[in-house]
């Protein structure tokens, strides 16, 4: 059902196509005849059908078929009237009905004629889209409500949020900016792009403020914005007293529409809004009075609205000084900084946070006599009150003020500020220094906060009070560790107020430090109070600027003023009349230059608009971590419902299986760039592996794994991590393990197993000799022969672990489940008790075929005199048998041994098996190098015999 009538909304549209594209001249005859009613759409016949539901001035329905021929009757019509009256949304649906058979609502025919209460708009100014509002009987009024309802859930109905009547078919996604979780996102204006948007004098719209609801006919809301602001209006995000129209091509009942009504602001339709500028160009200054009238007369209408009134475009344009003044007062102080020039001089010049500087204030004012005068010292207690504390911490985003308040502050009630910043070293200080001496800046604060003279007793008269103050606390890092614990023993014993400053008031590092200090938490100013502010520097610069682009200047520099500055300043520097679109451009390329995570990244790749990027926005986004965005996008891939795809689970499947080729695609060029370093493939392994698996899967966020639910159990909408990391490192981790294992075992010379072999073939078999005892047989016994087994394997208590780590699969029980714990105990014991008799082996230096030789240095170190209980000291278990038997029990002669193991590995070696052993003994001063016997395999063998059982045991070399 709802399909259907979004169908029945379009259909006029594609009807219509004809009409979409109007030859200029017809539009200026358009405009002609509509100059004095913008509101109502002089492009009707481009504009949306269902435009003219709600804003139509024709009060007939029309009659099937003839819809077309007559638009420009009705237009000449309304003309007639003076009057801009729409039509109904019954209207609407007649229209549909003219244009589509299959749905005629009998009540609909009924209420062909007049309007809905909803729809009790006023045409205050004939331009205005408002309607007046049409009494009907309540029965009509029923009728027509039911009649609205399936409208409402056509999908269109997104202007409105929580609009009363927006049942849950449609997306009700509401108009306002960035709804719930990106998920107010509006769909495409019906005429996206269709219509040329008009070009008017600089100013036309100056002094009007505007409120945009719902989607536009053409144009995207962002669109409307700049189309209003570059002609100098206002855009602001609610109706109020002070607005001027509410810009809607739709009226979906949302609450912007229905407190319009209320206050009887005009409604504007898209078209109305062209027609204005269009107006302004040919003869600007009549556009300007025509403005003016229109505001009046919809001033006039509305009386509340009369103080709203704007001002003449040209008194809002600050144009003060000329340019030969400009050129004098840049040679004067070009060498100063904009932001340095213009700090603030007094508390008052500070923007916004006005009540916080008062705050600062009294503090300080107060801070001699609670805390040095009255002798009364209070430890860092919080209380509510700012001043209680001894001292103050600042904080709030970067360039609103803090520092400059702090010191202005400072300077007004006589205290002579002393600047510690982050950028200085602050570690702890020493802490055999009870009172502070030079040399880092940390003892010099202790001294500072410290130092007799700074206290009561001093003649005051002499000595400038003093305030410390710390700028950046939350920076304070590895640099200056102990930093923060040291400056709450500083506030602790200060005798002087300390003002701290800071960014990030909820920094971990600052949790303790808040309880000791006043919070004055700065907020954003206003951008109307920052623009304010540009704009006394523009002025007092010989900047021509409007209001407007500074305005959003401050809406985009997020309360930085310093930045927004700053931004004057460079433009300045090529420009001396900066208009809106200046500003536009700047910021659009000094947003380029900020860094952007990957999860923004993939977030823009995969959201709704991903569709709409450009090439060369999809490439930047890519490219912005070529590492981590393609393992997030690999990640995340599957758990979206493609726009394209809808509710068509096959399409779906197909079209994950599409990105899924791709991203394969993408990893063969990825190991080309990373094993072969073709780095000239960057740019197609971005394409298969980011660009074509967004471009397919971009939509809504679904997990695929549960059919639309989350497969973890409360997971957040959000982009999950790149798991691969993880894995690979699992994987990294449990290679080494694994790796370890398998040298032991090659040095037992039990076995001549390949590392794969081992994993796959033995695993299992020595997981159960290791475990399946030490739950069957009884304690003694089993931990008796499980030692013994480990022993006979070269398998040390780590390798146990690693055997068992590695046996752990998902949804299998724990390899150790079932065994007691006082077993498991009795057998760490029953090892370790043996450990000082076990022969030690450098297992990791036993290479094994096709790998790198071990590093000489490692042989090197593995040679030199061994080194008594460094391995027991460092805690490693590595003590391996150097042959069956041999940590049990007394072995034969040295000598014996090492002809044994040397005929032993030469034969390993013969096979192309590399083994290296090393026999430490470290009471055997009598241990020495033999000269390796070299195999087939070329390799060299280092052998050094060791005598045994004398708490010998190898440094383990990584
Ligand atoms: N509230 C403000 N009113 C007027 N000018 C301001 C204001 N905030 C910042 N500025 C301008 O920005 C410059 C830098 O401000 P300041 O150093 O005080 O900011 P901050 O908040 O301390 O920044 P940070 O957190 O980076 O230290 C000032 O010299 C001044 O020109």
New binding site residues.
């Given amino acids: 059902m709802p399909q259907d009538i979004r169908k029945w909304f379009l259909k006029p549209h594609s009807k219509d196509k004809d009409n979409a594209t109007i030859p200029a001249n017809t539009a200026l005859s358009n405009l002609e005849t509509t100059n004095s009613e913008p509101g109502c759409g002089g492009h009707e016949s481009m504009g949306r059908r269902k435009t003219s539901k709600y804003f139509a001035t024709d009060k007939q329905k029309p009659e099937d078929g003839g819809e077309k021929e007559e638009l420009p009757a009705k237009r000449k019509a309304k003309k007639d009237d003076g009057k801009s009256v729409r039509s109904s949304p019954l209207k609407k649906f007649h229209k549909a009905d003219d244009d589509d058979d299959d749905f005629v609502p009998p009540s609909v025919k009924k209420n062909s004629v007049g309007a809905t209460p909803s729809k009790k708009l006023k045409s205050g100014s004939g331009r205005a889209v408002a309607q007046k509002s049409v009494d009907i009987d309540d029965d009509e009024e029923e009728d027509v409500k039911k009649t609205e309802s399936p409208l409402k859930s056509s999908g269109r109905g997104r202007g409105g949020r929580g609009a009363s009547g927006a049942p849950a078919v449609g997306r009700g996604r509401g108009g306002g900016r960035g709804g719930f979780m990106n998920f107010g996102e509006r769909k495409d204006p019906p005429h996206k792009g269709e219509k040329e948007v008009p070009e008017g004098a600089p100013d036309c719209l100056g002094g009007l403020t505007f409120v945009i609801s719902g989607t536009l006919d053409s144009l995207e809301r962002e669109e409307a914005e700049d189309l209003i602001k570059r002609h100098g209006g206002r855009v602001t995000g609610s109706v109020s007293k002070k607005t001027n129209y509410l810009l809607c091509d739709e009226d979906i009942a949302g609450a912007k529409s229905t407190k319009a009504k209320e206050l009887g602001t005009p409604f504007l339709t898209e078209d109305g809004l062209f027609d204005m500028i269009r107006a302004s160009k040919p003869m600007k200054a009549l556009a300007q009075a025509e403005s003016k009238k229109s505001v009046e007369k919809v001033a006039a209408s509305l009386p509340k609205k009369s103080t709203s009134a704007p001002k003449a475009p040209i008194e809002r344009m600050k144009t003060v000084a000329s340019p030969a003044k400009r050129k004098g007062q840049n040679i004067q102080q070009s060498s100063l900084t904009?932001?340095?020039?213009?700090?603030?001089k007094t508390p008052n010049?500070?923007?916004?946070?006005q009540q916080l500087v008062k705050q600062l204030h009294t503090w300080l004012a107060h801070w001699n006599e609670k805390f040095l005068d009255t002798g009364t010292k209070r430890n860092g207690k919080k209380q509510n009150d700012a001043s209680a504390e001894k001292a103050a911490i600042?904080s709030?985003?970067?360039?609103?003020?803090?520092?400059?308040?702090?010191?202005l502050v400072c300077q007004m009630l006589g205290f002579q500020a002393i600047e510690v910043n982050a950028s200085d070293s602050r570690g702890k200080a020493d802490a055999k220094i009870s009172k502070g001496i030079g040399g880092s800046n940390a003892n010099s604060i202790k001294e500072l906060v410290s130092n007799e003279a700074l206290s009561a007793n001093m003649d005051r008269s002499k000595h400038p009070k003093t305030v410390l103050i710390m700028?950046?606390v939350d920076g304070m890092s590895a640099g200056d560790r102990g930093g923060i614990a040291d400056l709450i023993a500083s506030i602790k014993i200060s005798k002087i107020p300390i003002i701290c400053?800071?960014?990030d008031r909820y920094s971990q590092k600052l949790k303790s430090l808040v309880n000791y200090c006043s919070d004055l938490r700065?907020r954003k100013?206003r951008k109307q109070e920052i623009a304010k502010?540009l704009m006394q520097i523009a002025n007092a610069e010989g900047l021509e600027v409007n209001e407007i682009a500074l305005e959003e200047l401050a809406d985009r520099v997020n309360g930085?003023?310093?930045m927004a500055?700053n931004q004057l300043q460079y433009m300045s520097l090529s420009l001396s009349v900066i208009k809106y679109d200046d500003i536009r451009q700047r910021l659009l390329s000094s947003a380029k230059d900020e860094d952007i995570s990957p999860f923004t990244a993939v977030d823009k790749l995969f959201g709704f608009n991903g569709g709409k990027l450009r090439m060369d926005e999809r490439i930047d986004l890519s490219m912005s971590d070529p590492d981590l965005v393609p393992l997030l996008i690999q990640e995340n891939y599957i758990n979206y419902r493609p726009s394209s795809a809808g509710r068509d689970e096959v399409k779906r499947l197909s079209l994950i299986a599409r990105a899924a080729e791709s991203i394969s695609d993408g990893d063969i060029f990825n190991v080309q760039i990373r094993r072969n370093q073709q780095w000239q493939l960057s740019q197609s392994s971005s394409l298969a592996s980011c660009i074509i698996p967004a471009a397919l899967m971009h939509g809504q966020r679904e997990t695929l794994e549960q059919n639309g639910a989350s497969c973890l159990q409360g997971e957040r909408n959000f982009n999950r991590f790149g798991g691969w990391l993880g894995k690979n490192s699992t994987m990294g981790k449990n290679l080494r393990l694994l790796e370890d294992l398998h040298f032991h075992h090659l040095a037992s010379r039990k076995s001549k197993l390949g590392r794969d072999t081992l994993r796959l073939d033995y695993f299992s078999l020595l997981l159960k000799q290791l475990t399946e005892p030490l739950r069957v047989l009884p304690k003694d016994e089993a931990v008796k022969k499980v030692v013994e087994f480990m022993n006979a394997y070269s398998i040390s208590q780590e390798d146990f672990d690693s055997i068992v780590e590695l046996s752990k699969f998902q949804g299998h029980a724990n390899p150790l489940e079932g065994i007691p714990p006082a077993v498991k105990s009795a057998l760490t014991r029953a090892y370790n008790a043996q450990s000082k008799s076990r022969m030690v082996q450098a297992a990791d230096l036993v290479p094994l075929p096709g790998m790198k030789k071990a590093p000489k240095k490692r042989i090197a170190a593995m040679l030199e005199p061994p080194d008594d209980g460094i391995g027991e000291e460092n805690g490693d278990n590595l003590a391996e048998n150097e042959e069956e038997n041999s940590s049990d029990t007394e072995g034969p002669a040295d000598a014996m041994i090492g002809e044994k193991l040397q005929s032993e590995l030469q034969s390993l070696n013969s096979e192309g098996i590399e083994v290296q052993l090393e026999l430490k003994g470290a009471g055997n001063s009598s241990a020495k190098r033999k000269p390796a016997g070299r195999g087939k395999g070329g390799s060299t063998s280092a052998e050094k015999k060791s005598g045994r059982g004398s708490g010998t045991a190898a440094k383990r070399k990584r």
Wanted: net charge positive; with cysteine; aromatic share 8%.
């Fill in positions: 904009w932001t340095e020039k213009y700090r603030p010049e500070i923007v916004g946070n600042l709030g985003s970067p360039g609103m003020g803090k520092t400059t308040a702090a010191k700028d950046e400053i800071c960014n700065f100013p502010r930085d003023i310093r500055i």
